[in-house]
């Protein structure tokens, strides 16, 4: 059972405030958000079709962010991001766990994602979670990661 929950407008800034600069915002969004980032963005792209946004608690916590989006029988995984403060305490593995496990409520086959190359730490996640590198042409700092589900 997925321990995620849609996000609502309420906890965008709480979100937002997990990024506090531009370095930060590439590593979790790659190039298609710009600083300053602003709750508008991050409603725009959640509106982008087949996405949805989601967010974790621990108790009663808001600690954890993705976006699934749905590509044909696929989601793509995005945005993963645990509050700075709760890092290092195996809530990213969590969140990643439940975000695959909500992939397949959706439906889907296969999630896909990219992660910077210079990553480790969510590199480390999605490979232990099964993800294998995927023979797709990212962008060069970029690598293409998949999971069959
Ligand atoms: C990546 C991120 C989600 C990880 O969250 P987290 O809660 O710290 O992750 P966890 O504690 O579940 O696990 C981190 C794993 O990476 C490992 N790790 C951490 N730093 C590492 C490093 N420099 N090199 C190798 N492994 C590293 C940890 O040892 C742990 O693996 P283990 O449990 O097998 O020991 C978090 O750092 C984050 O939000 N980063 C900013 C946004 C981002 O990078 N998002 C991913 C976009 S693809």
Redesign the pocket.
């Known amino acids: 059972m997925s321990e995620l929950r849609e996000r609502t407008t309420a906890d965008v800034d709480t979100v937002i405030g997990w990024v506090p600069d531009a370095a930060?915002l590439y590593?979790?969004a790659g190039p298609r958000l710009t600083w300053p980032l602003t709750a508008q963005q991050m409603h725009d792209s959640a509106a982008a079709e087949g996405a949805t946004a989601w967010v974790m608690d621990v108790e009663q916590r808001l600690v954890g962010h993705a976006q699934l989006t749905r590509c044909g029988d696929a989601v793509r995984l995005g945005r993963?991001?645990?509050d700075p403060t709760?890092?290092?305490?195996?809530?990213?593995?969590?969140?990643v766990a439940s975000a695959v496990e909500r992939a397949r409520q959706q439906g889907a086959v296969r999630v896909d994602?990219?992660?910077?190359a210079d990553?480790?730490?969510?590199r480390?996640?999605y490979a232990?979670l099964g993800f294998t590198p995927a023979p797709v042409q990212e962008a060069s700092d970029m690598i293409a990661m998949t999971r069959n589900l």
């Open positions: 930060a590593r979790f993963v991001l645990i709760q890092r290092g305490r195996g809530l990213g593995r969590r969140l994602l990219s992660v910077l990553n480790p730490a969510a480390r996640i232990t």
